[in-house]
C-alpha cells in the first residue's frame, strides 16, 4: 500500500513572500512519481510540478519548485512570490504502477491563503 | 474537445435514488478514471479505463457503483440506491497514455453529489 500524508491542514503567506507547503509519502516501490496540484474553487484538478523519483535534481516550474527527499520520503512545494491567484487547496500526490495497476493516490490537501 | 467535461456540475438526489455521473474526455485519450473527493479530503480513486475495458474497479465502495465506458470515449459513473455518504464532488480524469503518467492527466471540473 502507498500513502501520501500532509499534515497542515492549512497555512496564510503575505503576498510577495514564500511559503513552503509539506508532504511525505510512503510507498515500496524503487520508481514512481510524485506530484503537486492545485485545486480552485472552481474544483479543476490542475498539475503544478512533476517529480520523477530517479531523477535527484529537484523539478522547478517558474515560482514553483520542490524539495525531494527520496531517503527520507519527503516531497515539499516551495511557492515563491506568492500571487493572490495561488489561493486554493493544494495536493500532494504519489504514482505507481503501469497498466491495470496504475493509479494516483492523493493527501488531504492544505488550504493555502494569500494576504494582499 | 479542448477539456475532460462533466455533467451534471450539482445533482441533489434523494435518499434512495439512482444517479448516472457523466464524463466526456479528451478526443483521444486511451486511459480515463473516476475518483470520489469527501468535502475537505484528497479525491480517493474508484476506478480506472483503458479504452473500453475496465482494468481496476478496486476502489468502488460498493456494489451500488457502476462503470462503464463502452465505446472506450464517454464515461457513466452511475449510483444506485444513493445513501447520504455518497454525497461528494466525482472528479473525472483523461491521459493519452495507457495508464502512464508521463503525459499528465487532465481532470474535469467533477460533478457535487448531495444526497438528501
Known amino acids: 500500500a502507498q500513502t501520501v500524508t500532509q499534515s497542515q491542514p492549512e497555512m496564510s503567506v503575505q503576498e510577495a513572500e514564500t511559503v513552503t507547503l509539506s508532504c511525505t509519502y510512503d510507498t515500496s516501490e524503487n520508481n514512481y512519481y510524485l506530484f503537486w496540484y492545485k485545486q480552485p474553487p472552481s474544483r479543476q484538478m490542475i498539475l503544478v510540478i512533476r517529480?520523477?523519483?530517479?531523477?535527484?535534481q529537484n523539478a522547478t516550474e517558474n515560482r514553483f519548485s520542490v524539495n525531494f527527499q527520496k531517503a527520507a520520503k519527503s516531497f515539499s512545494l516551495k511557492i515563491s512570490d506568492s500571487q493572490l491567484g495561488d489561493t486554493a487547496m493544494y495536493f500532494c500526490?504519489?504514482?505507481?504502477?503501469?497498466?491495470?495497476?496504475?493509479?494516483?493516490?492523493f493527501g488531504k490537501g492544505i488550504t493555502l491563503s494569500v494576504r494582499p | 474537445g479542448a477539456g475532460v467535461s462533466q455533467s451534471p456540475r450539482y445533482k441533489v438526489a434523494k435518499r434512495g435514488q439512482d444517479v448516472a455521473l457523466r464524463c466526456d474526455p479528451i478526443?483521444?485519450?486511451?486511459?480515463l478514471f473516476w475518483y470520489q473527493q469527501a468535502l475537505g479530503q484528497g479525491p480517493e480513486f474508484l476506478t480506472y479505463f483503458q479504452n473500453e475495458a475496465q482494468l481496476d474497479k478496486s476502489g468502488l465502495p460498493s456494489d451500488r457503483f457502476f462503470a462503464e465506458r463502452p465505446e472506450g470515449s464517454v464515461s457513466t459513473l452511475k449510483i444506485q440506491r444513493t445513501q447520504q455518504e455518497d454525497s461528494a464532488v466525482y472528479l473525472c480524469?483523461?491521459?493519452?497514455?495507457?495508464?502512464?503518467?508521463?503525459?499528465?492527466?487532465?481532470f474535469g471540473s467533477g460533478t457535487r453529489l448531495t444526497v438528501v
Open positions: 478526443s483521444g485519450h486511451v486511459s
Open positions: 500526490a504519489l504514482y505507481r504502477g503501469t497498466g491495470a495497476n496504475s493509479k494516483l493516490t
Open positions: 517529480q520523477e523519483a530517479y531523477k535527484q
Open positions: 480524469a483523461s491521459s493519452s497514455a495507457t495508464g502512464s503518467v508521463v503525459y499528465g492527466y487532465t
